[in-house]
């Protein structure tokens, strides 16, 4: 069941996820957990066969993360299904150490549809032209991330590499020139080097990807250019994202369950602030509890946009 049409519902990527009805999607979730609650118990590994309650479970914090892939290389035994990996990166943010991570094929089309998501949502529609600063190569949020969104989004992706100086720059707008790109993706350096640059020889509107490293800037008071998308690789590269009210940032209900708790992993009440935990739903490397480290609440109210999914504000 879908909520009430709104006029804007069009903005959205699919309005058959994002449009769902509370209760509805209250049940997706639910259902979604359980599902995943099977699948722990049954994974090969063995990492999760206990008949622990969720919500008993300790968070699962980045020290404890990058110490399980430690000891159990290449990627520790959070794999619940045996498809083979087809990509892996490292992840860094909030994490002691570079920590290896993976996907499987399954993972990356579905981090595809939600990079997908967040970015529509940013106001990058399909078939218009996009610029990303991101870093390639092993880092993620990198560019083949973005890569994948864009391509499932069906608008064209400029990779130019990061924008931090001044030649990086010129390189860039020698490009930028000829593309007319509409959007530019970045990460925070870029941001910071570019919003202080004059607008004139670029792009307006910015999306930027913040990690749980990015406390500050994602607890920052909006901007109508920037539109933030919470990214945390180890559970999912497009958690959550703004959306043109730019009153807190969509969570994707459906591939990650969010918790506020307080300092022993306890369930707060809707719009208390206290510890985020974010729980991957749905992908193979299955992150139970994960704790983000930043300090947030959820607003169930409805958005002027017409998604359902629940915002998150950062504290
Ligand atoms: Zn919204």
């Known amino acids: 069941?879908?909520?009430?049409p709104n006029k804007n519902a069009t903005v959205l990527y699919d309005h058959s996820v994002q449009g769902l009805a509370p209760e509805a999607l209250a049940e997706r979730r639910a259902a979604s957990l359980r599902a995943?609650?099977?699948?722990?118990?049954?994974?090969r590994s063995g990492f999760y066969a206990t008949e622990q309650r969720f919500e008993a479970r300790p968070a699962l914090s980045g020290a404890d993360f990058a110490a399980e892939v430690e000891a159990h290389p290449p990627f520790g035994r959070f794999q619940l299904?045996?498809?083979?990996?087809?990509?892996?990166?490292?992840?860094?943010?909030?994490?002691?150490?570079?920590?290896p991570i993976a996907w499987t094929r399954a993972d990356l089309d579905a981090e595809a549809q939600l990079g997908a998501r967040a970015l529509r949502r940013a106001g990058i529609a399909p078939r218009t032209r996009t610029s990303d600063c991101l870093d390639g190569g092993l880092v993620t949020p990198g560019t083949l991330a973005i890569s994948d969104a864009l391509d499932a989004l069906d608008a064209l992706a400029l990779p130019v590499g990061p924008v931090t100086n001044e030649a990086a720059l010129q390189r860039a707008?020698?490009?930028?020139?000829?593309?007319?790109?509409?959007?530019?993706?970045?990460?925070?350096?870029s941001l910071a080097f570019l919003?202080?640059?004059?607008?004139?020889?670029?792009?307006?509107?910015?999306?930027?990807?913040?990690?749980?490293?990015?406390?500050?800037?994602?607890a920052a008071p909006p901007k109508q250019e920037?539109?933030?998308?919470?990214?945390?690789p180890p559970v999912c590269t497009f958690a959550a994202g703004e959306c043109r009210a730019h009153d807190g940032l969509h969570l994707a209900e459906d591939a990650v369950l969010a918790e506020i708790v307080d300092d022993v992993a306890q369930p707060l009440p809707v719009g208390q602030f206290g510890r985020l935990l974010l729980t991957a739903l749905t992908r193979s490397l299955a992150l139970l509890r994960f704790d983000t480290g930043l300090r947030a609440a959820l607003d169930r109210s409805p958005c002027g946009c017409g998604e359902t999914h629940a915002r998150i504000r950062f504290a």
């Open 1 to 4: 069941m879908l909520a009430a």
């Open 173 to 189: 707008v020698d490009i930028w020139d000829i593309v007319q790109p509409s959007a530019l993706i970045v990460d925070a350096p």
């Open 195 to 218: 919003s202080a640059k004059s607008a004139s020889a670029r792009p307006q509107t910015f999306a930027v990807l913040l990690t749980p490293g990015h406390a500050a800037e994602l």
């Open 81 to 99: 299904e045996p498809a083979p990996f087809i990509r892996a990166g490292l992840a860094t943010a909030g994490l002691p150490h570079p920590t």
């Open 226 to 232: 920037v539109f933030r998308i919470l990214s945390v």
């Open 36 to 43: 995943l609650l099977d699948r722990a118990r049954a994974g």
